[in-house]
């Protein structure tokens, strides 16, 4: 079973709606990173999360430590918000610790 | 804004090769990541750096890898004999916290 399942898989919206993606982890973590990737590859992060709520723009992200699952919304989608979301986690131990990455959701917006 | 660059974007190598990719992290960084994505799949992680050395490495990070940070401004990962299933994006990260990543090396293995 993998440490980060993302929901749903793949995602298609219309311009203008509000979009969820949720991240459930199985493992003790210290932080949870939301990431951006665009269909050239590159990675950006968007969110790093240890408790509460962060905002951004247009988009929100949530944790609840006690549920391990977190959100990311995106108000007033728009088609250059298409790409693939990523949560990823970076457990409690280790001084350098790595990120343990979820399968990623494949977000389509479209006009 | 501060970004990681990593050169080349895309290397094609033969089987059985050696190659270098290379990542200049965010300079007042303590930390650094190879990472890789194999086509369709999901990120996996190499090997992490602090304090010039190896402080964890993947099951994938085997003899065939090794890393450097040569002059303090690269930190380079070596495959000493690239196989097919080499071919994958390799991402550099460098973190002070939030991880900061490179646009990747897609490299192919032919």
């Known amino acids: 079973k993998n440490e980060v399942e993302q929901s749903p898989q793949n995602l298609t919206a219309q311009e203008g709606e509000f979009i969820t993606i949720n991240c459930s982890y199985s493992?003790?973590?210290?932080?949870l990173h939301w990431l951006q990737q665009h269909p050239g590859g590159g990675i950006v992060s968007l969110f790093m999360l240890s408790s509460g709520k962060k905002k951004h723009g247009r988009l929100i992200a949530t944790i609840n430590i006690q549920e391990k699952h977190s959100s990311l919304h995106i108000t007033a989608s728009h088609p250059r918000d298409s790409a693939v979301y990523i949560c990823?986690?970076?457990?409690?131990?280790?001084?350098?610790?790595?990120?343990?990455f979820g399968t990623g959701t494949r977000l389509q917006v479209t006009l | 804004e501060p970004e990681v660059t990593q050169t080349p974007s895309h290397q094609v190598t033969q089987m059985g090769q050696e190659v270098i990719l290379r990542c200049v992290p965010i300079s007042n960084h303590l930390y650094f990541y190879w990472y890789r994505q194999i086509l369709g799949q999901k990120v996996e992680f190499l090997v992490s750096f602090y304090n010039n050395e190896i402080s964890e490495k993947s099951e994938i990070f085997d003899d065939q890898f090794s890393v450097e940070r040569p002059d303090g401004s690269n930190f380079t990962l070596k495959i000493r004999s690239t196989k097919l299933e080499d071919s994958a994006m390799y991402f550099c990260a460098s973190s002070d916290g939030l991880a900061f990543f490179g646009q990747g090396t897609r490299l192919t293995v032919v």
């Open positions: 493992v003790g973590i210290s932080a």
């Open positions: 990823a986690v970076r457990r409690r131990t280790g001084t350098a610790s790595k990120l343990t």
